[in-house]
Structure formats: structure tokens, C-alpha cells
């Protein structure tokens, strides 16, 4: 027994110190999935899909305390980093999105209340630390190294947090609420067109190679799948009247264009990696980063559902029919793969 629980502290504490910081993806994809399917009456799944989030959540944040505790130049030296820095907006978002999570498919306002305020506080703390840091850094990369999908994030996770403002009741002023879920839109918004255009000319103009082309650039489509949602959600609410109501049609218009860029990256992201894995023949294993292919798919699925109820047009629900199932079989492609590999990380030792 005594060894068995030393074997184990010596898995976390390693766990700790080598933690991805982008590792929140999991409760991201997880979330969008969730909610998708509960909003497609898939009400056990999305349960399921609940439960299993409120445990990886508390994993990942114990983790992430130790590592904060026990590892503080790692997790610095992370935060200033250009490549893996963004990482850290996972936890905003997974957050945020577990806040959702939790208000749309068990209806806890309080419960939902208390991930907002957390995910607020550390939008706050993490969006300022990390562009802070990559500003004052002495030495910065190029272009080509220093840049990748993952800096979408910053995006993904100021649209996680005006989703769940939109959503939750409070006892203030309805206006100010929603202004401020207005707000935090634009700024996901300012994120996502600053950013995608360094991507973009990134991925078209400096060389790209299978090393290179990993799973964040998913983020690209998953950034305006979020934005899709936001919008959604705005407009929504804009329809009960309000300080939303005389931007609706400016958020009509801003949240179809959204969509429909993510409807654009979705068939060139698919052909990039059939390019990677098919024709030059790079070989699929697991990484944490694998999660960033689920979140773009689930939260398009989610996006469109709500464009199509925002905007009254029923045959846009085809899409999230369709697109659930693929976002469930990669959910499940991606955890057993997870799980397979942790398998191998935490083989206890026989007596």
C-alpha cells in the first residue's frame, strides 16, 4: 500500500511539473460537447459528458496549484513563452465553458454564478500577465516559431466569458450585464482579426511543415465557432428588448460573418490534415493539444444550432444533426486515446 501511494504521488508530482498549460482544452471540448448535445435532446450524454468534466476540472486544477506551488519558474517561464504561453487561456475558457455547462443542462444559476466570477477574475489576470509578458521579453522568436493557432485562445476565452454574462441572471442592472457581454464580444472580436491575420500569413507565405501544421491551428475555425455562439446568444437576448436591442442588426451581421468563416476554415483544415497525415504520412499519437480539433467541431455544431434559432431559419439545423455525431466520435476517438496513453505513464510497478 505504502508503495502504491508513493508510486502515486510520484505520477502527480510529475503530472505537476510537466503539465501542458493548454490542457483546459479537454474541459473545452468536453463542455461544447455537452451542451450541444443536450441543446439536440442527447440528455444523457450531455449528463455523462457533465460528469465527466467536473472530475477532469478538479484534476486539472489541483494540478495546476501544485505546479503553481512546487514548480513557480515552470510555470513562469510557460507564461512568457510565445508558443505555449497561450496555453494558459485554456483555463479561462474551460472555465467559463464549464460555467455554461453547468447552467444550460442542470439550470444551477449559483453554481454557474461561481465559475463566472472565477473565470472573470482570471481573464483578467491572464489575458494582461501573458501580453505583458510577451511585450517586455527581451528575446522574441520570428514569425515562424513564435506564432501558431494557439494564440487564438486569447479570442476563445473573451467569448467564453461573454457567453455565460448573457446567459446568467443577476440581481444588478440587466443593461449593464448584457453591455458588458456586448463588450467583451467586441474585444473576442479585435482578438480574433489581429491575430488570424499574422496566422494566415504565417501559414501562406513562410514555410509550413508537418512538424509545424499542428492541431491548434483547429482554433482558427474554433475562435469564429465560439464568436458564432457569442453573437447568437446576444442576439437572442436582444430580442427581449434592452440596451441589446438597437445593435441587433450590427450583431446580425458581425455573427453571420463569423459563421461563415468558420464554415470557410472548416474544409481547408481538413484538407491540410489529410496533406499531413495521408500524403506525408505523419504519424497520428496522442498530445494534449489533440483536444483543440474537438472544440472547433463541437462548439460549430453548438454555434450554428443557435445562429439557426437567432435568425429564424430552420434549415441551418441540418448542420448540427450532422456535425454532433462527428463531434462525439472525435471526443471519443481523442479520450481513449488520452487514457491509453496515461495508461502507460502510470503503470504501478508489481511487488
Given amino acids: 500500500m505504502w508503495r502504491l501511494l508513493k508510486h502515486s504521488a510520484g505520477v502527480a508530482n510529475h503530472a505537476a511539473a510537466e ?3 493548454g490542457y483546459f482544452a479537454v474541459i473545452m471540448a468536453t463542455g461544447a ?3 450541444a448535445s443536450y441543446l439536440l435532446e442527447l440528455r444523457l450524454m450531455a449528463i455523462a459528458l457533465l460528469m465527466a468534466n467536473l472530475l477532469a476540472y478538479g484534476i486539472l486544477c489541483l494540478l495546476t496549484l501544485i505546479r503553481l506551488v512546487r514548480y513557480p519558474k515552470r510555470l513562469v517561464g510557460d507564461m512568457i513563452d510565445h508558443a505555449r504561453g497561450p496555453g494558459f487561456f485554456t483555463i479561462v475558457a474551460g472555465t467559463c465553458i464549464l460555467g455554461t455547462q453547468l447552467y444550460i443542462v442542470t439550470g444551477n444559476d449559483a453554481l454557474a454564478a461561481m465559475f463566472w466570477w472565477i473565470g472573470v477574475t482570471l ?3 491572464i489575458m494582461y500577465l501573458f501580453f505583458i509578458a510577451v511585450t517586455t521579453r ?7 516559431s513564435g506564432i501558431n493557432g494557439a494564440w487564438l485562445l486569447a479570442a476563445v476565452s473573451t467569448h467564453s466569458v461573454s457567453i455565460l454574462t448573457a446567459l446568467l441572471p443577476w440581481s444588478g442592472s440587466t443593461d449593464l450585464r448584457l453591455f458588458f457581454a456586448m463588450c467583451m464580444f467586441l474585444i473576442g472580436c479585435m482578438l480574433y482579426l489581429a491575430i488570424i491575420t499574422l496566422i494566415f500569413y504565417r501559414l501562406t507565405f513562410l514555410k509550413v511543415t508537418v512538424e509545424s501544421l499542428t492541431p491548434p491551428y483547429w482554433i482558427n475555425m474554433g ?3 465560439i464568436a458564432t455562439l457569442a453573437g447568437s446568444t446576444l442576439i437572442l437576448r436582444a430580442n427581449e428588448g ?3 436591442a438597437d445593435f441587433q442588426p450590427f450583431l446580425l451581421g458581425f455573427t453571420v460573418f463569423f459563421w461563415a468563416t468558420a464554415s470557410w476554415w472548416f474544409p481547408l483544415l481538413v ?5 499531413r497525415h495521408l500524403i506525408r504520412r505523419h504519424r497520428i499519437v496522442y498530445e494534449p493539444q489533440l483536444w483543440s480539433m474537438v472544440f472547433p467541431l463541437a462548439m460549430y455544431t453548438t454555434g450554428t444550432l443557435r445562429l439557426s434559432a437567432a435568425l429564424n431559419i430552420p434549415f441551418l439545423m441540418r448542420i448540427p444533426e450532422l456535425m454532433i455525431w462527428l463531434a ?8 481513449a486515446s488520452m487514457f491509453h496513453h496515461f495508461s502507460r505513464l502510470a503503470r504501478i510497478p508489481r511487488a
Fill in 242 to 244: 434592452g440596451i441589446l
Fill in 328 to 335: 462525439l466520435l472525435a471526443w471519443i476517438a481523442t479520450s
Fill in 223 to 225: 475562435a469564429v465557432a
Fill in 33 to 35: 460537447t455537452s451542451i
Fill in 138 to 144: 527581451a528575446e522574441k522568436p520570428n514569425l515562424s
Fill in 19 to 21: 503539465l501542458f498549460p
Fill in 123 to 125: 481573464w483578467f489576470v
Fill in 271 to 275: 484538407g491540410l490534415m489529410l496533406w
